[in-house]
């Protein structure tokens, strides 16, 4: 019997290669045009194993996503509890960029399928809709949010996800200016916006 760390292991391997396959598929000959059946013949699955891993073609393009929450929150939890809100925000953004930056091309990859499938954007923003509502509901519980006269914690998670998507975009459009160098410039000017909006209300 197999031990539960080679049974994962595997189980990775097939996963990484249905996606791989489908992204391929899916720049190639359009995600319309893709359908389950090829992107199982090509992976040597049958159809039911896709469904095993991915609900829908849409989540193979957005499988990334639930690592890079997984990681924000990570690293949010690291972050000093007496940190401000925005700072700890810019910090756990950043981390990920850097994480991330060797994968320019997969992320381009991704969002030139995306621009083309309406439904693949529009199940991102559903997402991303989830990812505003556990920012804000970590940065709730933190001991620095309490007693302190700071945006919403609603506002600073839809921001930060605002930063973060304008980064990406810069970032894709010149390299040349490294991803968390991106994600500062983005949080410094929403920050000052959110500064002056706390100094109006003082």
């Known amino acids: 019997m197999d031990e539960p760390g080679l049974r994962e292991r595997k189980k990775q391997r097939t996963r990484d290669r249905i996606e791989a396959v489908a992204l391929e598929l899916f720049l190639r000959d359009g995600f319309d045009a893709t359908t389950v059946e090829g992107i199982a013949g090509a992976a040597d699955i049958a159809p039911r194993t896709f469904f095993h891993y991915f609900a829908t073609k849409e989540d193979v393009v957005l499988a990334d ?5 997984r990681r924000l929150l990570e690293h949010l939890a690291e972050r000093p509890s007496d940190e401000r ?71 600073l998670a839809a921001a930060a996800l605002a930063a973060m998507r304008a980064s990406i975009q810069q970032w894709l459009r010149d390299p040349s200016v490294d991803r968390p160098v991106r994600v500062d410039r983005c949080f410094d000017v929403l920050g000052e916006g959110l500064d002056r909006s706390h100094r109006r209300r003082s």
């Open 65 to 69: 996503y639930a690592g890079r929450l």
């Open 85 to 155: 809100s925005w700072e700890c925000l810019r910090q756990a953004f950043r981390a990920v960029a850097a994480e991330e930056s060797e994968q320019r091309e997969a992320m381009a990859s991704r969002l030139r399928i995306m621009a083309d499938a309406p439904t693949v954007a529009a199940r991102s923003l559903l997402l991303q809709s989830g990812w505003e509502r556990d920012l804000a509901e970590v940065l709730a519980t933190r001991p620095a949010a309490r007693g302190r006269d700071e945006p919403a914690p609603e506002l």
